[in-house]
């Protein structure tokens, strides 16, 4: 294992246009990464400007999984797709020989390292919260440690606007996910909730996951562990004909 | 329920380049819909020539998402997405009000009505088979009556170009999936394979579910049904910018 | 596939003795079945009045068998078994050769392509009402996809006495079920409430699926995919000496 | 808890035609029994020879229930319905308030209780075994600690017609259960093999559970507890016109 | 099966210092016991004076262990470990070839021999009951059956000051269970609650399993089904310096 | 996050008395920490000398608790616990309030963010295996993506004796795990392997996690993502008389 300082670098793609969320990723990511670690936020030049539907994540996904591709023949070390709902995650482990992280997937197994049974806390309106963190869940099969999924009612740009009232929702809902539903963890649903996971601690009285900065540590991890791609799980897709616009098109090994 | 010759019509998505599928999924769908449905088939102008992989699956999916709220536009009562992976199909719920309908599911769910136990012949190299449909059950929520997964080592490109070998490969792991892993029920793992599951259970000697057939056949369920579109679990996204290429633009209410 | 009209009939066994419910549903199937489908619905002449326990469906079952293979002898392509907890459904299949449907696997299984997670609302009285739902849907292996089962508190044979009442009961279990328990699909858990599923889903505003409809429709989809026996899962009984009353007794292939 | 001589009568309940297991099964449940615990073994007049499908299950379990009944009414404590499918169980606990223990699901609880993973092992043919079983597992909600079933290929009636030749042809499939899938528990399939455990025991070097056995332990049991019928699992049914066979009908409280 | 009277001998450790309970515990086993079983109550002289939490547990088991190992080579028939966390359960099996019987593991079963789901009713603090049950529960793979725990906030070395009190604290949260979270068994969390399953019983109209009790019918059952010990599941610890402080210093074979 | 070299002091205790793992972990450890960790390993002065039983892992644990509350006041900011079975890792989160990290639970969590189903290597008899680490996976909650456990038949005690044919042995069953059981990930179940994984690597072609590697990444992660302890998951044992040996005595907080 390499330790010297900025041996690794790591690319960290925020999969919807440019925005107020860039600098402050940069800076969150920087100053908890690893000494090692060299860290690099971009966002996408085509997508949409956030994601909170199948169909945000579909639209970002072609664009997101042709920055891995090209982040790999950067020279990066690894890739944190910054959204909760990792976007072209499984798609990208296919195409590149480096570690591909999920902050949805990361947070999940962090915070069944700290707990029994844990809640989702997503931003989104409270009506339609349960649908995809569930099938997350069942998905990655760990639905029996899954308590509940709670909406706060913040949409996702509307986030960093009035980060007291942020704050306050979501931390009510965190709170009543541990008291009336009996989570003893809590995992924020959405990388733009980046750094109140120490305040929301405070509310809710138990340990609050930050996705985006489990996927730095799980990525950190996953450089340093040395592991091999894995073809077996995630197979070269074959050669043949793809016909698609300039802005999605890309060439892998 | 209407039931006049023609009442209504259903658009099948073929969600890669057009190729001789065409017309051949065409004469199948027809034949084997009801009086009351006319059927179109389509391919895409853009999008990968066969669909083999997660990174195939979401190259497809922004422009059948598109020829989807299309359809809705054009009038179509249904959609089918006509490949195993339902590649677009929850986001596709998300835009338009119709119902939207992929072959593995619909095929996995039928399976269940007439056995106890699946397995999933898929056309693949034998190496790379457990993943995606080990997935896809796990996320449909009904691993406990899923078997196993085979691969027979066809590339899908291939499946047409030799219908006698084809048949006889799958055939044969359908018929050790029966002997050896103690399925009951084998769900085949392609729309490719479409029109094959008579030979199929000759040699397997248990129903044989054709993934492309039970699609059309839930399409024309739901068509009946009356169903209203479900938007507790599939809501409209909100509206935002969306930054893309043209030939993946498409508006929709 | 053949598609004249009329091509294939279908027997719809209630499996209770003969009463109001006969005629409604009489219409209520040829209403909605396909073209090619003619459409035959028959009660008991011994049997309980209602199935609203196991031993209401203990009681109906012998005679419930007795008509499926009498039904094949007849001509009849398929057969449906009108009760939510399918009485005879898996004994039946051992003995014809004929798709035999029933309405509870059914409309559980079209419900899962229609959404996320469903509860199943039971006309019965309130307090007993998780018993045979919870242990139907743990047999067919959806436990990670049923959200609740709740009572309504009104008789089976009191359904039809005040459709308004019956109504508002309902939809206020199924309003529930969505607001409280966190469904987005609705099942209703008796055929006796056939035809009521648009009303319902007025008020829960989520999709209803009612299990009548989404047995007819199985059953012709059955009846379409051509699919043989499933010898495997269903195997024929073996000949033996069986000492039954008269109106039990029956032979079969 | 009375524990004089033969304070508790239990009735065995042989849920078939009369037959050669009646005088065996009678010897080896008094053989067995707890001093204050006397034992009658009552078979069927009407009803299969035996029990290897659901169709017989479901001819046997009127006339089980109707015997259950008239139990309760004779002043038994407690039934034991002798066959690992246990016919006509759930519906018993509804109409009568002594225990009724079946023994398919006393062997698996017992099995649980005294190893990791177990195995079923049927006599039935080899080929047709994975159904039943399968189903009852899941029914139960275990089976995440159920590893397999296998079939010996000696048929119900012929059990008892060569015991050496049926003790090598189930200890080989309990040798392969434990050898080959991992099980360190069997659980014999059949009530039919009542006394053969400690032979299997030797061939397949775990320990092997005897159903009929168990059914009386758990019976036992179940009187010397004193609990009160469940009627929140198992609600009395409602009084209503029951049309029956005279041989079928009964009265119960 | 030997039946005459004291056949068999049980020793039931109480894994905790000598106590109130010791005499009550006495004489309750006595007095529930089959005429053919000696009982013996013996609690530790080492370890720690009540069990609430992981850590007192493993205070508690090596000197179970210890006593376990002792019992059999005193001529004890079976041990059963007088505790809901069953401490040093696993541990005994491997090192002794007499059964060993946990309470918290014979009655969650038992419960699931009566009904469909169960409750724990922990005599704990309200607020920190969720976590052993909920993971003793996963351990044993019957989750789908577990309906919910619920805490009294009474402390284990309060039970006995004021029984009127513990019963109606227990039995509310009992009562609640049922009524909010469905259960329709109730299980005691706590073996120094035996004795009290009747009175509980009237309060939540359902059956509530004594564990105490329920390990004792186990214990009794194991020792007449005659099993051998479970060397698959359970192997002898292999030879091997093991340096201890004498009271926890022990041979077996 | 502080960043500084040596910022943060992790204790890695081997939970047997000391041995030739010693010097090799230790080198490991500060090889694979982070720059700001500093690693000090420690064996211990009463315990078993390997860990390879339930027993084992229980005459362990008072000790490893003891040295865990221990380095807590020695300040140390972390512990891992280095054994797969993660003894007293439960009861250690109940006493202090400083990360306690166990390699078992470590590594499959690790295991499941690099592919879909992962199998367990052991290092122990061929005949032995499934025992524990079946009932580990179950108790995580993860079985349905656990594929299979397989013994090599080393003894733990051997493993250094001759590292080229402990290799070969890992080697070949991890091989048949990815090659018979269709395992897309191998973890290494004994953190005696420590160092093996790139070797068994190349031997079966797809990542292999190694259990000590894992804990001390997770250790790191855990130390930096500053989370409190979950004293809901893992409340603080009320005080009480606990009458121990002086080697097991030690206060907390």
Chains 1, 2, 3, 4, 5, 6 share one sequence.
């Not at 246009?17 to 600098?23: G, H, I, K, T, Y």
């Not at 947070?107 to 809640?119: C, K, M, P, Q, T």
């Not at 003893?184 to 138990?206: E, F, R, S």
Request: glycine fraction near 8%; charged fraction near 25%.
């Amino acid at each position: 294992m390499k330790k010297e300082e900025g041996t690794y670098s790591i690319l960290v793609v925020n999969p919807i246009l440019q925005s107020d969320f860039d600098e402050a990723d940069r800076e969150f990511f920087v100053k908890n990464a690893n000494p090692s670690f060299n860290i690099k936020v971009e966002s996408l030049k085509q997508g949409p400007a956030s994601i909170e539907s199948h169909y945000d994540e579909l639209l970002a996904a072609p664009f997101v999984v042709k920055k891995v591709i090209e982040a790999e023949q950067r020279g990066f070390d690894a890739v944190v797709i910054n959204c909760f709902l990792n976007p072209g995650m499984y798609a990208s482990r296919e195409v590149v020989d480096i570690p591909v992280v999920g902050p949805g997937e990361a947070a999940i197994h962090l915070a069944l390292l700290v707990g029994n049974g844990f809640s989702i806390i997503d931003p989104g309106p409270r009506r339609y919260v349960s649908y995809t963190p569930t099938e997350q869940v069942r998905r990655m099969g760990v639905s029996s440690r899954f308590v509940s999924v709670r909406g706060a009612g913040v949409a996702v740009l509307e986030i960093t606007k009035n980060m007291n009232r942020t704050t306050e929702m979501i931390g009510k809902q965190a709170e009543m996910a541990v008291r009336e539903d009996g989570a003893d963890i809590i995992v924020l649903g959405c990388t733009g909730l980046a750094g109140l996971a120490p305040k929301i601690q405070k509310i809710a009285d138990v340990p609050v996951i930050d996705p985006a900065l489990a996927a730095l540590k799980v990525a950190e991890a996953l450089c340093q562990l040395g592991l091999p791609p894995n073809r077996m799980a995630y197979p070269k897709p074959p050669e043949k004909v793809r016909k698609l616009p300039s802005a999605m098109r890309v060439n892998f090994r």
